[in-house]
Every structure is written in C-alpha cells, then in structure tokens.
Nanobody
C-alpha cells in the first residue's frame, strides 16, 4: 500500500491554469499513477494516467489541455491543467495501481482530494 496526498487545487477563472500534485509515502517507480475527478452530482471519472514507463492516457474531454507527469525522485505525480473550463470543476483525486499480468489492482485508498473550481 501507498498513502497519497493531493494538493494544488483552488479557484481559477476560465482559461486559467493550475498544477495539482500528488505526493506518495514511498517510491512510485514501478506504479501506474492515476488522476480521477468527481463533479457535483456526477460519478467519479478517470482523467489521466501515467505508467511506470512514462506513457500517458487522457479522457477525451481533457486531451490537449491537461498533462500528467511524474517525478520519481520526489515520489510525486503532477497534473498540469491549462485552458480550464467551468466543467472541469470537481474534486480531484489521485490513486496508485499495480499492474499484474493482464490486469491491475489499486494499492492506495481514496484520499481527501483537492478541490478545483473554475469560474466562468
């Protein structure tokens, strides 16, 4: 298991930028890291992931605007969010998962998240 703490959220105007951080309690070198978000009244959705090799995937709604990155030396994953829209307003969570054969499993719990509010 690994403990994660999200930070960096805040209030920003539409078109602005924020960088979220996810600090891990131990090494994340071999771990796929994920960012999720949950908007009011909506189900939680996966926003982005980055594999241990550095490969990244994004949900269509954030492609070209968000960038996930990792600094293994600091045990930290980032989510750079540019050109923010009102619909990006949500609580953002990170979560760690371990790849196992053809599947995977989570190795962290849901944290408190960090609130991102985009005013239009």
């Amino acid at each position: 298991q690994v403990q994660l703490v999200e930070s960096g959220g805040g209030l920003v105007q539409a078109g602005g930028s924020l960088r979220l951080s996810c600090a891990a309690s131990r090494s994340i070198d071999s771990i796929t890291m994920n960012w999720y978000r949950q908007a009011p009244g909506k189900q939680r959705e996966q926003v982005a992931l980055i594999t241990s090799a550095g490969g990244a995937n994004y949900v269509d709604s954030v492609k070209g605007r968000f960038t996930i990155s990792r600094d293994n030396a600091k045990n930290t994953v980032y989510l750079q969010m540019n050109s923010l829209k009102a619909e990006d307003t949500a609580v953002y969570y990170c979560r760690a998962r371990k790849e196992a054969g053809s599947g995977w499993y989570f190795i962290s719990e849901w944290g408190r998240g960090t609130q991102v509010t985009v005013s239009s």
